[in-house]
């Protein structure tokens, strides 16, 4: 637009000399022709005359030239000066911050065009500022799904991308929030429920004994043992509950370099006689050695022990457990497959979530406290890895990835 604008004013003032100029000459062409007739047109001859013989007819010509040329620019220029006074006046004003200004040029030569253009360029400045301040408007009033129009190959455009940048995140944070929030509510309500059920019962069966309401000393010891076997299942929740607090609150990790065949080799070999006394068999297939990640061994090896745990306590129907360590592409990938009953379909998105037992009863019965699936998952992703679960009919199998270190 300056560009124009400069250039309309270079050319505008070469046509303005021009035209002085033109004006001057004929103007000369004029008064010459006029002092010929008159030179012999007595009395008024005698002051040309006089002129003629004292001053000289060139100095004269030159003088009124002079001065002729200055007062018609002056009064050729008179229109443009306005305009470009008007154009300027307009342009401080924008300039201020008043884009609603409308530059009142109505020639329609050059000038025109340019102060036509500079009123559009401003009215469409004007309405995006406004589009940008409603969004504003419904983003302060917590409507964060609030989109505005994006004009590419514009600073204001830049400025609207940031402010729908600003919006979704500050939507997602307010949403972790809440997540947080009701997640804090979730984790009391499971906790308080799992812990109250155990110690319900203990407390029940204490109180029998407190009050001397058993028949004989092998009732007592029947009481005393149920109090016991729910005293440790108390305590196994209570040290879930701490592993896991203790992993999602940033537990320090040592990381070291971790061959994941000799890894999970050594960890099928512990598990060897629970699997000989549930007769069940493991069987490990590792196709390439050594296939090593970066990794806290400590830390895994809680993980793949719950997941080794898990295909113990839900395979046993189907006699064998799978573990599988390969390679894909840049990863190392564990798997578990058990051949017992499968997870229902409705339940594989909430399988790893705190607290959740795909069949409660069940769980209580094995010993499950509904946390180390969560703490395995946890564990993981820690670490940088991932855990994935599918289960049909035939068969179900945990999944790990880790990057090939």
Same mark, same amino acid.
């Given at each position: 637009? %300056?560009?124009?604008?400069?250039?309309?004013?270079?050319?505008?003032?070469?046509?303005?000399?021009?035209?002085?100029?033109?004006?001057?000459?004929?103007?000369?062409?004029?008064?010459?022709?006029?002092?010929?007739?008159?030179?012999?047109?007595?009395?008024?001859?005698?002051?040309?005359?006089?002129?003629?013989?004292?001053?000289?007819?060139?100095?004269?010509?030159?003088?009124?030239?002079?001065?002729?040329?200055? !007062?018609?620019?002056?009064?050729?220029?008179?229109?443009?000066? %306005? =305009?470009?006074?008007?154009?300027?006046?307009?342009?401080?004003?924008?300039?201020?911050?008043? +884009?609603?200004?409308?530059?009142? !040029?109505?020639?329609?030569?050059?000038?025109?065009?340019?102060?036509?253009?500079?009123? =559009? &360029?401003?009215?469409?400045?004007?309405?995006?500022?406004?589009?940008?301040?409603?969004?504003? %408007?419904?983003?302060?009033?917590?409507? +964060?799904?609030?989109?505005?129009?994006? @004009?590419? /190959?514009?600073?204001?455009?830049?400025?609207?991308?940031?402010?729908?940048?600003?919006?979704?995140?500050?939507?997602?944070?307010?949403?972790?929030?809440?997540?947080? *929030?009701?997640?804090?509510?979730?984790?009391?309500?499971?906790?308080?429920?799992?812990?109250? $059920?155990?110690?319900?019962?203990?407390?029940?069966?204490?109180?029998?004994?407190?009050?001397?309401?058993?028949?004989?000393?092998?009732?007592?010891?029947?009481?005393?043992?149920?109090?016991?076997?729910?005293?440790?299942?108390?305590?196994?929740?209570?040290?879930?509950? +701490?592993?896991?607090?203790?992993?999602?609150?940033?537990?320090?990790?040592?990381?070291?370099?971790?061959? &994941?065949?000799?890894?999970?080799?050594?960890?099928?070999?512990?598990?060897?006689?629970?699997?000989?006394?549930?007769?069940?068999?493991?069987? &490990? $297939?590792?196709?390439?050695?050594?296939?090593?990640?970066?990794?806290? /061994?400590?830390?895994?090896? #809680?993980?793949? *022990?719950?997941?080794?745990?898990?295909?113990? #306590?839900?395979?046993?129907? /189907?006699?064998?457990?799978?573990?599988? !360590?390969?390679?894909?592409?840049?990863?190392?990938?564990?798997?578990?497959?058990?051949?017992?009953?499968?997870?229902?379909?409705?339940?594989?998105?909430?399988?790893?979530? %705190? +607290?959740?037992?795909?069949?409660?009863?069940?769980?209580?019965?094995?010993? /499950?406290?509904?946390?180390?699936?969560?703490?395995?998952?946890?564990?993981?992703?820690?670490?940088?890895?991932?855990?994935?679960?599918?289960?049909? #009919?035939?068969?179900?199998?945990?999944?790990? @990835?880790?990057?090939?270190?």
């Amino acid at each position: 637009m %300056r560009t124009k604008l400069l250039h309309t004013i270079r050319w505008k003032l070469i046509l303005l000399l021009l035209s002085s100029m033109g004006t001057t000459a004929i103007s000369l062409l004029i008064c010459y022709a006029v002092g010929t007739l008159l030179v012999d047109v007595r009395p008024i001859n005698l002051p040309i005359r006089w002129i003629i013989h004292h001053i000289g007819s060139a100095p004269v010509m030159i003088t009124v030239g002079i001065v002729v040329f200055f !007062v018609s620019f002056f009064m050729i220029s008179k229109t443009f000066v %306005r =305009q470009l006074n008007e154009i300027n006046t307009g342009m401080k004003k924008i300039s201020n911050g008043r +884009f609603d200004h409308h530059i009142n !040029v109505t020639s329609s030569d050059e000038i025109g065009e340019v102060a036509e253009s500079i009123n =559009q &360029m401003t009215a469409q400045l004007s309405q995006y500022l406004e589009e940008i301040t409603e969004g504003l %408007r419904e983003i302060a009033n917590g409507n +964060f799904d609030t989109t505005i129009p994006v @004009r590419p /190959g514009s600073k204001l455009g830049e400025v609207a991308d940031s402010i729908n940048q600003m919006s979704r995140q500050l939507s997602h944070s307010i949403q972790e929030e809440r997540n947080a *929030e009701k997640t804090k509510n979730d984790l009391i309500t499971g906790v308080s429920h799992d812990l109250r $059920t155990p110690l319900t019962s203990i407390l029940g069966f204490l109180e029998v004994i407190e009050e001397d309401r058993y028949q004989d000393e092998v009732e007592l010891r029947y009481y005393v043992n149920i109090a016991y076997e729910k005293s440790l299942a108390l305590k196994k929740l209570i040290d879930d509950l +701490f592993e896991y607090t203790r992993i999602n609150n940033g537990l320090p990790l040592e990381m070291g370099e971790l061959d &994941m065949v000799d890894f999970i080799g050594q960890l099928t070999e512990e598990f060897v006689p629970s699997f000989e006394k549930a007769g069940m068999e493991c069987v &490990m $297939t590792a196709a390439e050695r050594p296939l090593k990640i970066m990794a806290d /061994g400590d830390q895994l090896v #809680r993980a793949y *022990e719950n997941l080794m745990t898990n295909a113990l #306590r839900y395979g046993r129907s /189907g006699k064998v457990v799978d573990i599988v !360590v390969r390679k894909d592409h840049d990863q190392v990938v564990v798997s578990f497959t058990n051949y017992g009953d499968p997870i229902p379909e409705r339940d594989l998105p909430f399988i790893f979530d %705190r +607290f959740y037992r795909v069949e409660s009863s069940r769980s209580k019965e094995t010993g /499950g406290t509904g946390l180390g699936l969560a703490i395995t998952k946890s564990i993981i992703e820690t670490q940088g890895g991932e855990i994935s679960v599918r289960s049909n #009919r035939q068969k179900t199998t945990f999944e790990t @990835r880790f990057n090939i270190y």
